[in-house]
């Protein structure tokens, strides 16, 4: 799979592309996909110029294919004792309905759903990057943050909306205004107000931000080593390269991973700072 990538990485380079487009695309080092490929080579089709466009999005449409596949397969012939596909889905969706357990109690079978969708694609997004020909639709530099901004609006409009369910009309602006339980408080309503609206849209920004600048970084970082790799091997004039990247690759894993889970955890702690007010 590495000596893959180097071959595809060394190609596009010794071609004179930088990412797909030549050298008007400036702007840090990425592995080439499979899109950059084909629009490198067919520079002047109009469809492969739309696709390229939007590779990012394009690449987060095969994910979402991909795992409406895995559902699909997994839902077809139910089992009473499960195995193969259908083994593998419900020990994640167990193990994830466990995990927001502990953080929304008794609420959390409500949104296992939606937290549990938003961490399998993220991490499915942000790993395919590491097959080569393909790339993470969650980081790059040519609209990955549309991708990332996307479902982290998806969070906050989802959470908006159950605040307004759960705690009506005037219990939701109770609490976009502090939650005032005494004349102290209610006198900083016009002071606590504007900074908890702000607040409310920092929470899905800051969301959005972290999840593109980590798995951009970790991108970057994959194709710089693959880029010094076949540097060093440059005399032979052949498309390969010593495989540098492999240590970043298994690290690319872990926090590809961690970042998925970083993202439905703050999501999830975004719907336990909504709910715990319909109990007062």
Known sequence: ???????????????????????????????????????????????????HHWENVFFAFVVGVFLSTVALLSSRRKALVPS??????????????????????KEA??????????????WCMNLLGLIPGFMSPTGGTRGGYNITASLAICVFLYVQY???????IGGYAHHMAGSPNNLVQWILVPLNLPIHIIGEFAKPLSLSLRLFGNITGEDVLIAAFVGLGITALAFTNLPIGLP??????????????????VFTLLSTIYFSMMLPHEEH
């Open 1 to 51: 799979m590495n000596s893959l990538m180097v071959i595809m990485f060394s190609l596009i380079q010794r071609s004179g592309g930088h990412g797909g487009g030549g050298s008007a695309e400036a702007g840090p080092p990425e592995l080439p996909n499979i899109v950059t490929l084909l629009y490198h080579w067919l520079h002047d089709n109009v469809a492969m110029a739309f696709i």
């Open 109 to 122: 079978r409500k949104f296992t759903p939606f937290l549990g969708t938003i961490f399998v694609y993220i």
């Open 244 to 261: 540098l990247q492999l240590p970043f690759v298994f690290l690319a894993i872990l926090t590809g991973t961690i970042q998925a889970l």
């Open 162 to 168: 159950i605040g307004i369910r759960r705690l009506g």
């Open 84 to 105: 193969g596909v259908q083994n593998v889905v419900e020990a994640i969706i167990e193990g994830l309905d466990n995990f927001f357990a502990g953080i929304l109690g």
